[in-house]
T-cell receptor
Framework: AQTVTQSQPEMSVQEAETVTLSCTYD???????LFWYKQPPSRQMILVIR??????QNATENRFSVNFQKAAKSFSLKISDSQLGDTAMYFC??????????????FGQGTRLTINP | DAGVIQSPRHEVTEMGQEVTLRCKLI?????LFWYRQTMMRGLELLIY????????DSGMPEDRFSAKMPNASFSTLKIQPSEPRDSAVYFC??????????????FGPGTRLTVL
């Protein structure tokens, strides 16, 4: 079974600082996807960034980047120049890359990130 | 482009009543997912449809829950009879799933259900 673990229930940083959220996962699969979703107080689940396991290059989206360590099964999210609008719950999620069939996303328990002015 | 549309956004009902949640997929997508979010259990997949066909319903908690896709762009999740432990936020997500390519799941705004 696939599992996703986020070991930091809560984090808090000052505006403009850099923050890293950690995520580890467990799987015996070799082809899979990893995602970071953001859930602000509005409750909407918003895709932040995604990484395909067969790509060695770390994904980057503007101020958001990941450190993907496949051997260690680690997928951390780095937020640079943090902004007040980054305050949200952040979920790490995993999905196998199936030939057909299940498309199940497995989520971690989330990290509540607060950006302080 | 419109994203995933869910209705209602909030639902308060009494135990024993029937509840129907609705979801409209993103145009061009062929897969729909119903998730439930609670403090205790986090985000859980309830059921997944591909091309209107239920593929994985192993997460549906019990017979009180049922989901349908009457057409390619619309789905309902029904709880009958509802119980207080069904109180949660229910998300619908939409994706394009092909034989050798799988796109990202895009989530709707969710429906907050409270069963008194």
């Amino acid at each position: 079974a696939q599992t996703v673990t986020q070991s930091q229930p809560e984090m808090s940083v000052q505006e403009a600082e850099t923050v890293t959220l950690s995520c580890t996962y467990d799987t015996s699969e070799n082809n899979y996807y990893l995602f970071w979703y953001k859930q602000p107080p509005s409750r909407q689940m918003i895709l932040v960034i995604r990484q395909e396991a067969y790509k060695q290059q770390n994904a980057t989206e503007n101020r958001f980047s990941v450190n993907f360590q496949k051997a260690a099964k680690s997928f951390s999210l780095k937020i640079s120049d943090s902004q007040l609008g980054d305050t949200a719950m952040y979920f790490c999620a995993f999905r196998i890359r199936p030939i057909q069939g299940a498309q199940k996303l497995v989520f971690g328990q989330g990290t509540r990130l607060t950006i302080n002015p | 482009d419109a994203g995933v549309i869910q209705s209602p956004r909030h639902e308060v009902t009494e135990m024993g009543q029937e509840v129907t949640l609705r979801c409209k997929l993103i145009s061009g997508h062929n897969s729909l997912f119903w998730y439930r979010q609670t403090m205790m259990r986090g985000l859980e997949l309830l059921i997944y449809f591909n091309n209107n066909v239920p593929i994985d319903d192993s997460g549906m908690p019990e017979d009180r829950f049922s989901a349908k896709m009457p057409n390619a762009s619309f789905s309902t999740l029904k709880i009958q009879p509802s119980e207080p432990r069904d109180s949660a936020v229910y998300f619908c997500a939409s994706s394009l799933v092909l034989v050798r390519r799988t796109d990202t799941q895009y989530f709707g705004p969710g429906t907050r259900l409270t069963v008194l």
